[in-house]
């Protein structure tokens, strides 16, 4: 069971160059998100999505668009990087547990996105 | 939105005192809290929360109050131990929305 897979783990990208950070989960959680954590900040939420289809802006969403065209795979596009975007980046599946009445975020183990 | 504030942010302790990480909330309509806890270079994890129709949690040696009237909830960890050196995260969301807000984090780093 792989849980939450982040690919890459580092990348280096020069202003104006675009990329796409892959998410994938094999828990066929519904809920899918993006977080950002930067120093003194603690985690933003980005984008996130409810399910395959269905996708909606967080607290943080300027420079980045995502899809979700399957349940298992959620990617995150930086369409023309900012040395501002230079930050970790964590994506987390979470489902809901009824009757128990909690839900729980799975985080995959981040991308470190260094933008010059 | 929702706005979480959480304090201190760094936080050192003597190994086998007790820790105590304090969070603010804004929206009346939160109902869930959980507290993540991220060791150096992970991911979070989850470790404990706590639903708003319920005061106190315990998990060993680990426990979260909520005070539903002030709008706050607080992590305690007993008995520390080197392993709890670490930042926590708290946050909180409307418990079916799934959308955490995070606090900004607390170091806690636990002294020999």
């Known amino acids: 069971n792989a849980g939450v897979t982040q690919t890459p783990k580092f990348q280096v990208l020069k202003t104006g160059q675009s990329m796409t950070l892959q998410c994938a989960q094999d828990?066929?959680?519904?809920?899918m998100s993006w977080y950002r954590q930067d120093p003194g900040m603690g985690l933003r939420l980005i984008h996130y999505s409810v399910g395959a289809g269905i996708t909606d802006q967080g607290e943080v969403p300027n420079g980045y668009n995502v899809s979700r065209s399957t349940t298992e795979d959620f990617p995150l596009r930086l369409l023309s990087a900012a040395p501002s975007q230079t930050s970790v980046y964590f994506c987390?599946?979470?489902?809901?547990?009824?009757?128990?009445?909690?839900?729980?975020?799975?985080f995959g183990q981040g991308t470190r996105l260094t933008v010059v | 939105g929702e706005n979480v504030e959480q304090h201190p942010s760094t936080l050192s302790v003597q190994e086998g005192d007790s820790a105590v990480i304090k969070c603010t909330y804004s929206d009346s309509a939160s109902n869930y809290f959980p507290w993540y806890k991220q060791e150096l270079g992970k991911r979070p994890q989850l470790i404990i929360d706590i639903r708003s129709n319920v005061g106190e949690k315990k998990d060993q040696r680990i426990a979260v109050t909520l005070n539903k009237t002030a709008k706050h909830f607080s992590l305690h960890i007993t008995e520390t131990q080197p392993e709890d050196s670490a930042v926590y995260f708290c946050a909180a969301s409307n418990f079916g929305n799934e959308k955490l807000t995070f606090g900004t984090g607390t170091r806690l780093t636990i002294i020999p």
């Open positions: 987390a599946s979470s489902y809901l547990v009824l009757g128990r009445e909690r839900t729980e975020a799975f």
């Open positions: 828990m066929n959680h519904e809920y």
